[in-house]
């Protein structure tokens, strides 16, 4: 499918400032809403900012009142007194969340100039004006462009016409015969947040639709440009999930919408410049499948695909034909998954139909069936593959082998039985890395961009010469203030898990440091919906190493790094296995003598949030501070609802407790709220978004209530804090200086517990 010609990133083009990945696709956790307990209460008030330094008199953190709330299933009965912080339209919670951010800014108003410091970190190593790589598509250079002191891309283009080599950054001002498409910066004036859902130029580049989300809950509004005369020329379509396609003639513009569990459910078509309403063409009505749409990357045929965790679907429509029906490539069979792309008169199918680990097939453009699938590579034990990039004149196929990425380039030839070549993999010469195509909007190419990154080397964009296999450097991500990657050190390690499976583990720190047992660790996980997290390199996270801070990524089952087992491992009733890995991972860096035993930390958001709460429940010991981002710990309560958002989808991913008693019994086990501990835990800090729309923020607020009255740590010397983004998303905030700012604090509070300030 095509790439999208210019990323509505926040930050700096090609670059990652933050110090977590991100995770995961729109379905990559479950969501929490719905009509809450009404309750009557009062939230207890925040005392004033403290000292500078911690002391034994702070502010009384506030206490959510307890209103009786019993949830009753399969003969056991739970009581939930804090459910009633669910009703974010009661002020009464309001101000519980206001108490709560009060408080926590109160307990870490010690740490407001090792903030200050991170966030200047960050923001002198980071090359504010940039420019992403240009990439050439039709008679344009399509490019993004930050400015120093601005928060947002500005989205532009050049004529191949005006600028036949590649153009180049201009510190001072635009490039010459710039032509701005979108300025992020012009279309945040007035709001308190922005994102963009879509970017889709039409097809003949005169026209472009977009989507923009200005409070954080993922429901956009679509809005169409003219590019000639920069006029907004069609009024936007509100209550529009992610996803937009350009007809060929671009006389109609495709969209998504949602349904009220946030759910997209429908394509509908909308006729520009013209009178008719808009039509609906398609809805799917199975609560399990989500939807996504796009455009071949040949421009040929737009796509509507249709997947659950297990089973996916594709349909299919040309361009030139708007007001015709989408064509079933392949109906769904329950645990089939198939990935399209469309190239030319073929089809070319990554399916694991015949294997788990998937297999790479090729059928007529007709087909309608996978009898017309015919074998291109077959599954391998030990080799998953991903995906697959279709051009004119060859393939780019995305694998996983032994827990890292790799990209195999085959050549198209009419003559080979298999229709392609015998091809060649990309070389990296790195310990730990991540490969991948990059941004390649057009089908027929010479050249392949693929992009390598590892804990150590910025991110660098190369252009593979696809006849002489020659690989040139277009960028490598800046890093100001003398950043010499050889300072360094990056290793892979291995823990043996509870069952006695060898679970890997990336790691990075300062070339001086020594596994001697002394140094303060990070360990950051994940494992859920076979996200996996590859070693990247982050600007941020260099506040953290010079400071002495050994760096770890978990590779825990639950993700995908180490193929479709590995993900069939950690899910469903396999799930605790997620948190043990984790465990085993922590034990592996103290034993090994890369990290102190009494100064790591560990981090996860969203579904990592879940394993954070889970891990903490089982060994708390094991853990100075964490940080808990976005977090889902109260899955059982949202699993248990098919009214709410995305449950019924997330069935497939956790088990239906709703249904079978076995189920709820082992989620009951392990879902994080409900099995707090009256023993000492570390120093929590949990972060949300009030419009969260995957993760309501009521999941971390009540968390942090049963927390609080539960445990016997020291609340000074090991704080249990809440922050809540009032105008924020999953994401946080999204201009780029307000996200270093939230990036930077959430580092000196664990720099600060790690007491490697």
């Known amino acids: 499918m095509t790439e999208n010609l210019t990323t509505p990133a926040t930050g700096t083009p090609d670059a990652t400032a933050d110090t977590t990945p991100a995770t995961g696709t729109p379905v990559d956790t479950a969501l929490a809403t719905g009509t809450p307990e009404a309750a009557a209460t009062t ?90 790589v240009p990439v050439r598509h039709g008679g344009w250079w399509y490019y993004t462009r930050t400015v120093e002191g601005q928060q947002y891309a500005i989205h532009a283009r050049i004529a ?5 080599e590649r153009p180049e950054l201009v510190v001072d001002g635009a490039p010459a015969h710039e032509q701005v498409l979108l300025d992020g910066n012009a279309e945040a004036q007035g709001e308190s947040f922005l994102a963009f859902g879509a970017f889709e130029i039409s097809h003949d580049g005169t026209k472009l639709a977009y989507s923009v989300d200005t409070s954080g809950d993922e429901r956009f509004t679509v809005k169409v440009k003219d590019l000639a005369t920069g006029e907004v020329t069609e009024p936007g379509i509100t209550g529009v999930g992610y996803g937009l396609a350009w007809s060929a003639d671009a006389g109609h513009l495709f969209y998504t919408r949602v349904d009220d569990a946030w759910r997209p459910y429908q394509v509908w078509r909308h006729e520009l410049a013209g009178a008719a309403e808009d039509v609906l063409v398609f809805q799917e009505d199975d609560e399990r499948f989500w939807m996504g749409l796009d455009t071949s990357r040949d421009e040929s045929h737009l796509l509507i695909g249709l997947g659950t965790k297990n089973t996916t679907e594709y349909r299919l429509l040309p361009t030139s034909d708007p007001l015709g029906e989408f064509r079933v490539v392949a109906p769904r069979e329950e645990g089939v998954e198939y990935a399209v792309e469309v190239a030319g008169d073929t089809l070319w199918i990554v399916h694991n139909k015949q294997h788990r ?20 590579i077959p599954g391998q034990d030990g080799q998953r593959i991903v995906g697959v990039d279709a051009f004119a004149s060859h393939l780019a196929v995305s694998l996983r082998s032994e827990g890292l990425t790799q990209v195999r380039v085959l050549p198209l030839e009419a003559a080979s039985e298999s229709g392609v070549g015998e091809g060649y993999q990309v070389p990296v010469d790195e310990v730990v890395y991540s490969i991948d195509s990059g941004n390649n909007p057009s089908y027929d190419t010479s050249t392949l961009q693929v992009v390598v990154e590892s804990l150590v080397t910025p991110r660098s964009v190369y252009d593979l010469d696809l006849a002489t296999r020659e690989l040139t450097l277009l960028k490598r991500q800046p890093v100001l203030g003398g950043y010499d990657p050889a300072d360094y050190q990056q290793h892979r390690l291995w823990a043996t898990a509870a069952d006695g499976i060898r679970v890997p583990i990336s790691l990075v720190a300062r070339k001086d440091v020594v596994p001697d047992g002394s140094a303060p660790g990070l360990l950051y996980g994940y494992g859920s919906y076979e996200i996996s997290i590859d070693p990247y390199f982050s600007v941020a996270r260099l506040s953290y190493l010079d400071r002495g801070v ?50 790591l930390a560990a981090e996860g958001g969203s579904a990592g949030g879940l394993l954070m709460g889970a891990v903490l429940n089982l060994a708390p010991e094991k853990f100075r501070a964490v940080h808990a981002a976005v977090p889902f710990v109260d899955a059982l309560t949202t699993i248990l609802d098919p009214s709410l958002p995305l449950t019924v989808g997330e069935w497939e991913e956790w088990g239906n407790p709703l249904e079978y008693a076995e189920v709820y019994e082992y989620m009951r086990g392990y879902t994080p709220y409900e099995n707090v501990r009256a023993v000492d835990y570390p120093a929590i800090l949990a972060t949300t978004g009030l419009n969260d729309t995957r993760v309501f923020y009521v999941e971390p607020a009540k968390w942090v209530a049963r927390l609080r009255e539960t445990v016997t740590s020291d609340p000074v010397e090991r704080p249990i804090l809440l922050k809540t983004e009032m105008v924020a998303g999953h994401g946080g905030k999204t201009g780029r200086y307000d996200a270093w700012r939230e990036t930077a604090f959430e580092i000196a509070f664990v720099i600060d517990q790690l007491g490697a300030a």
Request: charged share 25%; hydrophobic share 40%.
């Open 550 to 599: 050994v760096y770890a990524i978990a590779h825990i089952r639950g993700g995908g790094e180490m193929g479709r087992g590995w993900y069939e491992d950690g899910r469903m009733e396999h799930k605790v296995n997620t948190f043990t890995d984790f465990i085993a991972c922590a034990d592996e860096l103290v034993s090994s003598g890369w990290v102190a035993a009494d100064r």
């Open 160 to 164: 191949l016409s005006d600028s036949p």
């Open 43 to 132: 939230a207890a008030t925040a005392a004033d900012t403290p000292a500078e330094a911690p002391t034994a008199e702070r502010p009384t953190a506030p206490v959510a009142a307890k209103v009786e709330h019993l949830r009753v299933h399969h003969g056991d009965t739970v009581s939930d007194p804090y459910e009633w912080l669910r009703d974010k339209s009661d002020p009464k919670v309001i101000a519980h969340l206001e108490a709560e951010n009060a408080y926590t800014e109160a307990m870490t108003g010690h740490l407001a100039g090792l903030s200050e410091a991170v966030f200047t970190e960050i923001k002198t190593r980071t090359q504010e004006t940039d420019l992403s």
């Open 357 to 376: 680990d998937s297999e790479l097939a090729r059928a007529p453009l007709g087909a309608t069936s996978a009898e017309e699938w015919s074998t291109v």
